[in-house]
């Protein structure tokens, strides 16, 4: 009988400028997790993370469009976490036009981040099967990423790939082609069990995604 940890996903709808999927990974044996695409409301998630216990190592980032960022720096004035975004996130955080923000009426800016690259682990405390890996997708904005924890079968897509849908490859820095090959070579050759997590639509599967590609 097992007695490795159990995880949850905690998917958080937050209603910015645009709603957006935030999730938390958290391993329920010792209430630590990361926290993914604090997109808005960085004040409430800061409360609702208080009053369920929970512990937050680090932020990652699937990509660094506004509504997936903006609520960073409220998230920061209770807490210093680290912020983690590939290495082609940079330009996203540090220009309020790239990200989108400005066009909102806002100018989001995010200093101080931890960048990644293709297959970084980042691994909770409490042993290797709370691990996710990086996935590099490119396609949506060339920073785009998928949060692969094997151990588990699942991955949070961003917005490379959604319910019966794909992302938009139509804004700054999106290339159709780098986006059907990084879902065609990178996210359907993922077991087709898979449960995909993704920035703006419910859960689907590999197995259930795979017939609009292939």
């Given at each position: 009988?097992?007695?490795?940890?159990?995880f949850s996903v905690i998917r958080v709808p937050l209603r910015g400028f645009i709603e957006v999927n935030c999730y938390l990974w958290v391993d329920t044996a010792t209430r630590?997790?990361?926290?993914?695409?604090?997109?808005?409301?960085?004040?409430?998630?800061?409360r609702m993370l208080r009053d369920r216990g929970i512990t937050v190592e680090k932020i990652l980032l699937t990509h660094g469009h506004f509504d997936h960022i903006g609520g960073i720096a409220a998230i920061r004035e209770?807490?210093?976490?680290?912020?983690h975004i590939h290495e082609a996130g940079e330009a996203y955080l540090t220009n309020s036009r790239l990200n989108l923000s400005?066009?909102?009426?806002?100018?989001?800016?995010?200093?101080?981040?931890?960048?990644?690259?293709?297959?970084?682990?980042?691994?909770?405390?409490?042993?290797?099967?709370?691990?996710?890996?990086?996935?590099?997708?490119?396609?949506?904005?060339?920073?785009?990423?998928?949060?692969y924890a094997e151990a588990q079968g699942i991955a949070f897509t961003g917005d490379t790939i959604f319910q019966g849908?794909?992302?938009?490859?139509?804004?700054?820095?999106?290339?159709?082609?780098?986006?059907?090959?990084?879902?065609?070579?990178?996210?359907?050759?993922l077991p087709q069990s898979t449960i995909l997590y993704s920035g703006h639509s419910d859960p689907t599967t590999v197995a259930a995604e795979r017939h609009l590609y292939l």
């Open positions: 009988m097992s007695n490795l940890p159990r630590h997790g990361f926290l993914i695409d604090p997109g808005a409301q960085g004040h409430a998630l800061m209770e807490a210093d976490l680290p912020v400005h066009d909102f009426g806002g100018d989001i800016i995010v200093r101080d981040a931890h960048y990644f690259r293709e297959g970084q682990l980042f691994t909770l405390p409490n042993g290797p099967d709370g691990t996710l890996r990086v996935i590099h997708t490119p396609g949506h904005t060339p920073d785009s990423c998928v949060f849908s794909r992302g938009n490859d139509q804004l700054p820095g999106g290339n159709l082609a780098e986006l059907l090959r990084s879902i065609r070579e990178k996210i359907l050759t």
